[in-house]
């Protein structure tokens, strides 16, 4: 089997490739006809051998994938970000204490350690705060005359408060962690020109953050995750750079990923105005689910093979490395009807935004649901006449599925 519709040269990992065409037309291609294809690659993905990747396509693939930690690792970095004059291997390596490219059984030790800050009834103890950060962030935005970018007055805003109050940073503070946040992620857009040193610099400069309030909460403990941690280290059972990156992972995942999703679920709003009238009148409970299946603000993750072994009719070779394209699984017309649709009453939605099911299932995800929900209900109540005021504009990544700027306008 063999898909002759990719040109030569064809990658996806291409950060120019999700600018406009949103989902790759090259997807469907793929999911049909070889749905896991070697893509010969030159640029040097970082992590991935510089000779190519397995691009896994279809959703039972990618969720196979997820699951099978013992033939796919994720400890040679999971991140799909480029090689370039920035960004060099060694930056990547460094990044082998964040749980996300850990493998069990340490990645079941620190999991079962930092999910203590994650448990239902922490995520609902949040719930009144942010509703009222949610309510405040959009009354601000309605009192502006003309248009307005909704990624810096709506999207940004309560992801940022919720991570912060999750962690227990302080009001004063918080700015920081989204300026180092969004330091660290768009390598790829020249835009933020974000070079390895500055990138690296904002990674010292959130984890020295972090050990500083760890030792603040060991004087005086507080109800946050960070207090949590702090006892875990006591207790021998996580180190102090596994804490100090875990704050840093947060920080990002927590950001920029709902940041996204909540962005593109209002545009995905204003570009189906049947659905905005059915969420104003509705609320259906399912609405953010479907946010996220149909934008998947993480395109993909990667993963090596541990041992030779075979997937969708390919034989991958051990040390290979796999590309997981949720942006495809989330379209996947085996397992929904009409993928291309945005229907917010989708039930069930098995999507993989949130990621292929495995030991690293996001583990924010109830925390980036309340929010989008918060958001919505709030917009939905306050500034029902939305519209659009131009097109987004995209951020330059193969990675995370972003956009920089989207105008709005109540008039
Ligand atoms: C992991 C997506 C929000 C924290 C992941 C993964 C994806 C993802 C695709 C990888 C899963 C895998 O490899 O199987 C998203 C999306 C979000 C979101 C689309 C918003 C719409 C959040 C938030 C937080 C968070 C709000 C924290 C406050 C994490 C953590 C992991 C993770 C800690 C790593 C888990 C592990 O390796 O065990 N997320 N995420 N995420 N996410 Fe999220």
């Known amino acids: 089997m063999h898909c002759p519709a990719l040109p030569d040269g064809f990658d996806f990992t291409d950060p120019d490739l999700l600018q406009s065409r949103v989902p790759l037309p090259e997807f469907a291609e793929l999911r049909r ?73 340490e990645h079941t030790r620190v999991r079962q350690i930092v999910q203590r800050g994650f448990t239902p009834r922490s995520v609902r103890a949040l719930e009144d705060r942010l509703r009222a950060r949610a309510e405040g962030i959009v009354t601000a935005a309605r009192a502006r005359s003309g248009p307005f970018d909704f990624v810096t007055e709506v999207a940004c805003e309560l992801p940022l408060q919720a991570i912060a109050e999750l962690i227990g940073v302080p009001q004063e503070d918080r700015s920081k962690i989204f300026d180092w946040s969004n330091r660290m992620i768009a390598y790829d857009d020249p835009e933020y020109a974000i070079t390895e040193e500055v990138g690296a610099q904002s990674a010292a400069e959130i984890i020295a953050y972090a050990m500083n309030m760890a030792a603040e909460r060991k004087r005086c403990p507080a109800h946050d995750i960070v207090t949590t941690l702090v006892a875990a280290e006591d207790e021998g059972n996580l180190n102090s750079d596994e804490f100090g990156f875990f704050v840093l992972m947060l920080a ?84 929904f009807a009409s993928p291309d649709a945005f229907d917010i009453t989708r039930d069930p939605n098995p999507h993989l935004g949130f990621g292929g099911g495995g ?53």
């Open 33 to 105: 006809a070889e749905p896991v294809r070697w893509i010969p690659q030159s640029q040097g993905l970082a992590g991935f051998a510089d000779e190519g990747y397995w691009a896994v396509t279809r959703h039972a693939d990618v969720k196979y994938v997820s699951t099978h930690p013992e033939l796919f690792s994720s400890t040679l970095n999971t991140a799909i970000i480029r090689f370039n004059e920035h960004i060099e291997r060694d930056a990547i390596d460094a990044q082998r204490l964040i749980l996300l490219n850990m493998d069990p059984p």
């Open 252 to 335: 990002v995942a927590g950001n920029e990923t709902t940041r996204n999703a909540i962005t593109h679920g209002m545009h995905a709003f204003l570009t189906h105005p049947a659905q905005w009238d059915l969420f104003k009148r509705e609320r259906p409970a399912t609405t953010a689910e479907e946010i996220v299946r149909w934008a998947t603000p993480v395109n993909a993750f990667q993963r090596t093979a541990t041992q030779d072994t075979e997937l969708g009719g390919a034989r991958i070779g051990k040390g290979d490395r796999v590309g997981l394209f949720y942006a495809s699984a989330n379209h996947d017309p085996e397992v």
């Open 359 to 411: 030991p690293h299932f996001c583990l924010g995800k109830s925390l980036a649901v309340l929010e989008i929900d918060l958001i919505f209900n709030a917009l939905a109540d306050a500034m029902p006449s939305l519209r659009l005021a131009g097109e987004p504009r995209r951020l330059r990544s193969a990675w995370i599925n972003g956009v920089k700027e989207l105008r709005v306008t109540t008039g």
